[in-house]
């Protein structure tokens, strides 16, 4: 059974930082994908970034390019989102979310509130 815990949530004024960290169990994590996405009160949910566990591929949406950095801890099964420069436009409930590489099924963290005050 899958179980992600995302960690590292809270309130940052703007242009502070954050780390989300994501300890991930019950995956072969060789051939995974790990995410994060975000849903902001009365939105969708929206993909952030993502990370393949073997090669460590990265990928961001346009929103955080720059700003954002995906990495993994292979020996703690640990995902982290290290957010700088932060905004209130990135005020969301946060999601780990992970994925066998050969499938499109995301399963999905608890979530964890990231609040940006202006």
């Known amino acids: 059974q899958v179980q992600l815990v995302e960690s590292g949530g809270g309130l940052v004024q703007a242009g502070g930082s954050l780390t989300l960290s994501c300890a991930a169990s019950g995956l072969t994590l060789s051939s995974i994908i790990m995410g994060w996405f975000r849903q902001a009160p009365g939105q969708e949910r929206k993909f952030v970034s993502s990370?393949?566990?073997?090669?460590?591929?990265?990928s961001y949406a346009g929103s955080v390019k720059g700003r954002f950095t995906i990495s993994r801890d292979n020996a703690k099964n640990t995902v982290y989102l290290q957010m700088n420069r932060l905004e209130p436009e990135d005020t969301a409930i946060y999601y780990c979310?992970?994925?066998?590489?050969?499938?499109?099924?995301?399963?999905w963290g608890q979530g964890i509130q990231v609040t940006v005050s202006s």
């Open positions: 990370i393949t566990w073997s090669g460590g591929s990265t």
């Open positions: 979310a992970a994925r066998q590489s050969i499938s499109v099924t995301w399963s």
